[in-house]
């Protein structure tokens, strides 16, 4: 069974403004920071939408 976890490398977290911390979880459809835990969903049809 093949991890479906990817880091999202460049990215800071919101929370704890750590870098590099946030994993993307695509069986879940999530993203999640390692350093304090903080979830949020991923939404990639807002990316790129009419502005
Ligand atoms: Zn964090």
């Known amino acids: 069974m093949r991890d479906l976890s990817n880091l999202l490398d460049g990215l800071r977290c ?7 911390t946030l994993w ?3 069986a879940a459809g999530l993203v999640e ?5 903080q979830g949020a969903l ?4 807002h ?3 009419d502005l």
Do not use: A, H, I, V
């Not at 919101?14 to 590099?20: D, G, R, T, W």
């Not at 991923?42 to 049809?45: G, S, T």
């Open 14 to 20: 919101s929370e704890c403004l750590s870098e590099n």
């Open 24 to 26: 993307l979880d695509l």
């Open 33 to 37: 920071c390692r350093e304090c835990g």
């Open 42 to 45: 991923f939404d990639p049809d």
């Open 47 to 49: 990316e790129g939408d």
